[in-house]
């Protein structure tokens, strides 16, 4: 296990992944519908097929438990949950009264059930926040004896297939999809000084980038909701990561800081991110009446990254409420 050594490479990966995050929500589907371009349809779905996996196989390769379960849990609470239950309550508040900013209007009943038992808007966060929880139990199976490994290997396998078939209640389907990119980050995390040295080879860049084009399409010609799918998936996610590991070895200077940068504040840049998409699809599509969809989505993301990265860095750092409530560690 390589417990010493920090891979900046993963960490210039998870910069990598919110990127991709900004840009899939620039393509916009409201105040201007893009999906409905084809090729702003296919971005969007590749965007949507490698980023979120890429976090949780980021987020599964730094995973560390050491100590009690409730100190462990009780980091997790202050890191993920509250700064969900946060921002899904912001979320709320301008969906309950008719705005011209906002796309989709509820009511408060609605908007409630929606939180409560299908993780309201911040999806993402519910779902990490339960792997996070229920991780370490899968640990003890994954470091224990041979019968007991393979019964843990066994075990996430099937709950990933079992994903089209799992209820959405809780969101207990996303878990079972992300717990399986969680697990393959864990155990590359074991053999990373074997693997990943391999990996830095700037040779795994052009293969890297055509397997997951072709993988991508054969992804999209199959039903994305069966096993046949989600196997395609896996191997598209598995492309993916080779050629962004290797893009990312390639990464020098400013380009490796700001992508660095970009991991380090990605939880905050992920909360912010709404709020910004607001501001600046209102100014650049419903103000400045831009039509030209490549400016619009290529406005929006250089936007909302400038304005997310540089309200996290320097005004959530500032006020200690600002920390609690966004998940920002007190050495952070």
């Given at each position: 296990m390589t417990e010493q050594r920090r891979w900046k490479e993963m960490d210039s990966l998870r910069g990598m992944a919110i990127l991709m995050v900004l840009l899939y929500h620039s393509i916009l589907v409201f105040p201007v519908n893009l999906h409905e371009i084809r090729w702003c349809s296919i971005l969007?779905?590749?965007?949507?097929?490698?980023?979120?996996?890429?976090?949780?196989?980021?987020?599964?390769?730094?995973?560390?438990?050491?100590?009690?379960?409730?100190?462990?849990?009780?980091?997790?609470?202050?890191?993920?949950?509250?700064?969900?239950?946060?921002?899904?309550?912001?979320?709320?508040?301008?969906?309950?009264?008719?705005?011209?900013?906002?796309?989709?209007?509820?009511?408060?009943?609605?908007?409630?059930?929606?939180?409560?038992?299908?993780?309201?808007s911040d999806w993402f966060l519910w779902t990490l926040f339960v792997i996070a929880m229920v991780f370490p139990a899968l640990e003890k199976l994954l470091t224990g004896r041979t019968g007991l490994r393979k019964a843990g290997i066994l075990l996430v396998v099937i709950l990933?297939?079992?994903?089209?078939?799992?209820?959405?209640?809780?969101?207990?389907?996303?878990v079972c999809q992300y717990l399986w990119y969680f697990f393959l980050g864990y155990g590359l995390r074991r053999k990373a000084d074997r693997v990943l040295p391999k990996l830095e080879n700037p040779l795994c860049l052009l293969p890297g980038l055509l397997l997951t084009l072709a993988f991508f399409a054969l992804f999209g010609m199959c039903d994305a909701t069966g096993n046949t799918g989600r196997l395609l998936e896996v191997v598209c996610v598995l492309c993916s990561f080779l050629f962004f590991?290797?893009?990312?070895?390639?990464?020098?200077?400013?380009?490796?800081?700001?992508?660095?940068?970009?991991?380090?504040?990605?939880?905050?840049?992920?909360?912010?991110?709404?709020?910004?998409l607001v501001l600046t699809r209102t100014l650049f599509v419903s103000v400045l009446g831009l039509g030209v969809p490549v400016l619009i989505i290529l406005g929006n993301f250089l936007a909302d990254t400038w304005i997310v990265l540089l309200v996290s860095k320097y005004i959530l750092t500032k006020a200690k409420v600002f920390r609690i409530l966004c998940g920002i560690p007190e050495k952070g």
């Amino acid at each position: 296990m390589t417990e010493q050594r920090r891979w900046k490479e993963m960490d210039s990966l998870r910069g990598m992944a919110i990127l991709m995050v900004l840009l899939y929500h620039s393509i916009l589907v409201f105040p201007v519908n893009l999906h409905e371009i084809r090729w702003c349809s296919i971005l969007h779905t590749f965007l949507w097929t490698v980023q979120m996996p890429l976090f949780f196989l980021v987020s599964g390769f730094c995973y560390s438990y050491h100590g009690s379960y409730g100190v462990y849990a009780l980091k997790k609470c202050r890191r993920i949950l509250v700064p969900h239950l946060v921002f899904s309550m912001l979320d709320i508040l301008p969906r309950l009264i008719p705005n011209p900013l906002v796309h989709e209007q509820m009511d408060l009943q609605e908007a409630l059930w929606d939180f409560v038992l299908y993780g309201g808007s911040d999806w993402f966060l519910w779902t990490l926040f339960v792997i996070a929880m229920v991780f370490p139990a899968l640990e003890k199976l994954l470091t224990g004896r041979t019968g007991l490994r393979k019964a843990g290997i066994l075990l996430v396998v099937i709950l990933f297939l079992l994903k089209p078939y799992m209820t959405d209640l809780f969101l207990l389907n996303m878990v079972c999809q992300y717990l399986w990119y969680f697990f393959l980050g864990y155990g590359l995390r074991r053999k990373a000084d074997r693997v990943l040295p391999k990996l830095e080879n700037p040779l795994c860049l052009l293969p890297g980038l055509l397997l997951t084009l072709a993988f991508f399409a054969l992804f999209g010609m199959c039903d994305a909701t069966g096993n046949t799918g989600r196997l395609l998936e896996v191997v598209c996610v598995l492309c993916s990561f080779l050629f962004f590991f290797a893009l990312a070895g390639l990464c020098r200077g400013r380009a490796e800081r700001f992508l660095v940068s970009c991991g380090t504040w990605s939880l905050q840049m992920y909360l912010l991110d709404a709020y910004a998409l607001v501001l600046t699809r209102t100014l650049f599509v419903s103000v400045l009446g831009l039509g030209v969809p490549v400016l619009i989505i290529l406005g929006n993301f250089l936007a909302d990254t400038w304005i997310v990265l540089l309200v996290s860095k320097y005004i959530l750092t500032k006020a200690k409420v600002f920390r609690i409530l966004c998940g920002i560690p007190e050495k952070g």
